[in-house]
């Protein structure tokens, strides 16, 4: 066989070893990707079946719904019963318009259950709303003249405006010392105390706003009346 006769046959054989490298390659990683997609489903799917049984996920510090947490009320802003059967503990941030749209429902929840339940309040101002920390220790030196939730009312009723002036204003308008408003405002003690508010917080696992413990039972977010409703109606029935 001459040498010209070995190259008319080794250039397509050349080729076609070359096309066949390419399309095993190709099925590998294409059969790589497919594994890799089931995986993925069948984490998620593990994920969701996990979810379904109440089962806590691994490492998820957030509270459960299940337990019954302590949280002590100190000296937070409080209003209700002083014997309520039931006592509902909220983290808000007042930046959190979340926080702002589930106060018509604690509202209802005073018009329906009136004594029988009362609301704490507690500071959890986030770092992505920066005027929260200047509206928190206007609402906590308020506190210090027994008029926070008249503070806390001003404060949602329009909360992008918590300039300087405008909390000194409403300071005004609800009759405070505005000397002592403003010392307590800027005061450490005023700090101290948003800051303990926020590390019990922490300690619960509670990252967001708004976050509820009715007697000590988590629920998350700005919840509906009746979310509220099957917990209250649970805790009434169940206590003296």
Not at 133 to 162: C, L, S, T, Y
Request: proline share 7%.
């Amino acid at each position: 066989m001459k040498a010209n006769d070995f190259e008319s046959i080794g250039g397509p054989l050349l080729i076609g070893a070359v096309v066949l490298a390419i399309s095993i390659l190709g099925a590998a990683n294409s059969l790589s990707q497919s594994i890799d997609r089931g995986s993925h489903r069948l984490g998620q799917l593990a994920l969701s079946l996990d979810e379904g049984s109440g089962a806590p996920v691994a490492n998820d510090p957030r509270p459960r719904p299940e337990v019954r947490y302590e949280t002590p009320l100190g000296g937070a802003p409080r209003r209700g019963g002083e014997r309520a059967r039931v006592t509902i503990v909220e983290w808000s941030d007042f930046q959190c318009p979340f926080c702002g749209r589930v106060n018509a429902t604690l509202g209802e929840i005073e018009a329906v259950y009136g004594n029988r339940v009362a609301l704490v309040f507690k500071h959890l101002p986030l770092p992505m709303h920066p005027g929260a920390p200047a509206a928190h220790a206007a609402a906590e030196a308020a506190h210090r003249q027994g008029h926070f939730w008249a503070m806390h009312d001003k404060i949602f009723a329009n909360p992008r405006d918590v300039n300087a002036e405008t909390l000194a204003r409403y300071a005004r308008e609800i009759g405070l010392d505005l000397d002592r408003f403003r010392r307590d405002s800027a005061s450490e003690a005023v700090r101290d105390r948003i800051r303990a508010d926020a590390a019990e917080a922490k300690e619960l696992g509670v990252s967001g706003t708004p976050a509820f413990f009715v007697n000590g039972r988590f629920l998350s977010g700005a919840q509906p009346f009746s979310s509220f409703k099957r917990l209250i109606e649970e805790e009434l029935k169940d206590s003296p």
